[in-house]
């Protein structure tokens, strides 16, 4: 488990993508949308304290090398996941 906290983001990465949300005149075309702080810090261009992006939960990339495969750095890191299909995978019927 000691392997994904590589992974996550400070609150100040959380942070920043509050502020850019907040300076964004054209806020309201987001509401009612679900969004990660990875695909606005994409958007907006900020990065955390020590100038990282961290992984965004609907990259390929990131999904093959949290879970280790070697595949993982074959995969550009530009191919996402669609909404629905990353609900579908989490949700139990």
């Known amino acids: 488990m000691k392997h994904?906290?590589?992974?996550v983001e400070d609150p100040t990465f959380s942070g920043k993508a509050v502020v850019a949300l907040a300076n964004d005149p054209n806020v309201m075309k987001k509401a009612g949308k679900w969004?990660?702080?990875?695909?606005?810090?994409l958007e907006y261009g900020?990065?955390?304290i020590e100038g990282n992006?961290?992984?965004?939960?609907?990259s390929?990339?990131?999904?093959?090398?949290?879970?280790?495969?070697?595949?993982?750095?074959y995969i550009p890191g530009w191919i996402r996941?669609?909404?629905?299909?990353?609900?579908m995978a989490t949700h139990h019927f």
């Open 46 to 48: 900020f990065k955390d």
């Open 4 to 7: 994904l906290f590589k992974y």
């Open 81 to 87: 996941l669609p909404w629905w299909l990353i609900a």
């Open 60 to 73: 390929l990339r990131c999904i093959l090398q949290v879970t280790g495969s070697s595949l993982a750095p």
């Open 35 to 41: 969004v990660t702080t990875a695909d606005l810090s």
């Open 53 to 58: 992006t961290p992984l965004n939960i609907r």
